[in-house]
């Protein structure tokens, strides 16, 4: 199995992708008795501002962070999407500053063609600060996620897609929003769930406080390391599950 995932992981890389640190880019076969080999990432950071990384002093916002947590975890990542922010080698990403749920449904149509096997999806934050339908938020959120599954099946599986609670919001009014819409997200991700999706949620208002936000409504440096492990800790959850499966190779130029 190592060896295969190696293979995959060096025939996407000779096909153009970028990674942070190629394992093969020196020809020699993979190292023994090192850290054990994880599946291969091919990450999608799909959302608004905060998966852009805006107010991050870095602008990776929390997607170095996490990187460098898989990495030192003997999995190789790579990140995917039309958008670059942030000062890392790998700064690809599908986050659309002020985006909405449904915005965000229609930008992702740019990057789940390229076959992510992990979809890292934080939205409705925008819907809940502008107060835009956020009774039927939970709904739209369930067609986003219907969506990135089905854009991803394949052969051999579909991406697992961890969808994070909300962080919280400094304005009293918005964060009241914001807690009535992240108490639904665990009963979308179960209905996903009852028909073989693979979907699990991370709070992320367990891992960021209200102390932990630059401006109210994103977070700071510390707030951004926090959701990095609040992610990490929801891969851990797929691993343990068996979710995951080797990205798909890609036909293409
Ligand atoms: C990225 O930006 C941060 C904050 O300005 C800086 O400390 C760091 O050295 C930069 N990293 C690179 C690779 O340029
Ligand atoms: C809420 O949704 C309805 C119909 O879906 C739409 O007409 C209305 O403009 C939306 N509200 C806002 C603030 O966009
Ligand atoms: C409001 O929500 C609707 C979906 O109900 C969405 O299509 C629209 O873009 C949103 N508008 C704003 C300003 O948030
Ligand atoms: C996902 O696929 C199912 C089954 O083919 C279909 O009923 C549903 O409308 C699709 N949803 C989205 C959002 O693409
Ligand atoms: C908002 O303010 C009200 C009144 O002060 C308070 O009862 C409520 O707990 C606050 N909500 C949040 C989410 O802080
Ligand atoms: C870290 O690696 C171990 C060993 O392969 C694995 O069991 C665990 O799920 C990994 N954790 C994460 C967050 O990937």
Redesign the pocket.
Known sequence: MYLLYQFVACFLLAAGFSAEASPCSNGSPPATNSTPSNVPLRILPLGNSITWGYLSSDGNGYRLDLLNMLTANGTQVQYIGSQQSGNMTDNYNEGHPGAVIDEI?QYAQASLPDQPNLILLMAGTNDMNNDNNTTTAPDRLG??I??C???TMTEAGSAVIIVAQLTPAANNATEERIQIFNAAIPGVVAEKVSVGMKVLSVDMEAYVTFNDLKDGLHPNDYGYNQMAKAWYAGVGEANGKGWFTAPVQLLGP
């Open positions: 449904a067609s986003l219907d969506e599954h089905n854009a």
